[in-house]
């Protein structure tokens, strides 16, 4: 069994920063992408931030934070992070972490509980 557990979230004035964390455990063999989705009221959950790792790493932004986020993967503690700076208050959603993980003979989609951003104007 693998799970994601997300940290970070919370309010923040506009103009400010947070950064968010996710941890996958149990029996992981290869991480193969971690990202964060976000999900906003009354809208579809969206892709914010992705690193998969091929012959390199390769991130993999959404239009509306490019510039303001940055997502860092520590593949030795299976951890990605999402350091999350300008925010505007259209980045408030609830944010998941996301893992395409490979384990026993098996390779499937993970996602965490989600974490609340809240961005006041």
């Known amino acids: 069994q693998v799970q994601l557990v997300e940290s970070g979230g919370g309010l923040a004035r506009a103009g400010g920063s947070l950064r968010l964390s996710c941890v996958a455990s149990?029996?992981?063999?290869?991480?193969?992408?971690m990202g964060w989705y976000r999900q906003a009221p009354g809208k579809e959950r969206e892709l914010v931030a992705a690193?998969?790792?091929?012959?390199?790493?390769?991130?993999n932004y959404a239009d509306a934070v490019k510039g303001r986020f940055t997502i860092a993967r520590d593949n030795a503690e299976n951890t990605v992070y999402l350091q999350m700076n300008s925010l505007k208050p259209e980045d408030t959603a609830v944010y998941y972490c996301?893992?395409?993980?490979?384990?026993?003979?098996?390779?499937?989609?993970?996602w965490g509980q989600g974490t609340q951003v809240t961005v006041s104007s």
């Open positions: 996301y893992g395409n993980i490979a384990t026993w003979g098996t390779t499937d989609e993970y």
């Open positions: 149990g029996i992981i063999f290869r991480i193969k992408t």
């Open positions: 690193v998969a790792v091929t012959s390199g790493e390769t991130t």
